[in-house]
Antibody, heavy 119, light 113 residues
């Protein structure tokens, strides 16, 4: 059974940093691209970043480019999101999601971790 | 960036009736290699993460009831829910994965009339 567990969220001041982690199990991790999606309270889904299975290919939303870095450790079945220069507007639930395999569609999602950026 | 626009923003449909949600991309999302459109549909219920319904615009994810259907091509796509059930109340999102960033539509809230 596929399982994704996010951690690392919390309260941080504007300008601060956080590193989110996502522990994956139940599938051959290195075979699948992984994605981070966020959702501000009461708002819609926003794609944040993705990384290919080999880590050779990454992508970012314009709103986080240059501030966030996605990475993965295939030996540990982990994907990370390093978030620097955090802004109030980065406040959201951050979901880790696995890609479907034949496409970049997201077939399994974690329960999310809440990031709150506030002074 | 490709902009995904859903319509309507919300709709109310009677139980047993049909609900139709539209999604329009700002440019073609056709994947030349397999001649399929790089579009996914998700359902999100309150307090839950999203659930994948369709990918490649019309390929139904395992376990999704066949009263859900996905269609469309080019830049115009549709999610249709036939014989609406109470458990279908949710927010529905389309997403393109043709090119980074893999943008979502703004969501359509489906309620029971």
């Amino acid at each position: 059974e596929v399982h994704l567990l996010e951690s690392g969220g919390g309260l941080v001041q504007p300008g601060g940093s956080l590193r989110l982690s996502c522990a994956a199990s139940g599938f051959t991790f290195s075979d699948y691209a992984m994605t981070w999606v966020r959702q501000a309270p009461g708002k819609g889904l926003v794609w944040v970043s993705a990384i290919a299975g080999s880590a050779a290919h990454t992508g970012y939303a314009d709103s986080v480019k240059g501030r966030f870095t996605i990475s993965r450790d295939n030996s540990k079945n982990m994907v990370y999101l390093q978030m620097n220069s955090l802004r109030v507007e980065d406040t959201a639930i951050y979901y880790c999601a696995k890609t479907e395999g034949s496409s970049w569609a997201l077939d399994y999602w974690g329960q999310g971790t809440l990031v709150t950026v506030s002074s | 960036d490709i902009v995904m626009t859903q319509s309507p923003d919300s709709l109310a449909v009677s139980l047993g009736e049909r609900a139709t949600i539209n999604c329009k991309s700002s440019q073609s999302i056709l994947y030349i290699s397999n001649s399929k459109n790089s579009l996914a549909w998700y359902q999100q219920k309150p307090g839950q993460p999203p659930k994948l319904l369709f990918y490649w615009a019309s390929t139904r994810e395992s376990g999704v009831p066949d009263r859900f259907s996905g269609s469309g091509s080019g830049t115009d796509f549709t999610l249709t829910i036939s014989n609406l059930q109470a458990e279908d109340v949710a927010v529905y999102y389309c997403q393109q994965y043709s090119s980074f960033p893999h943008t979502f539509g703004q969501g359509t809230k489906l309620e029971i009339k």
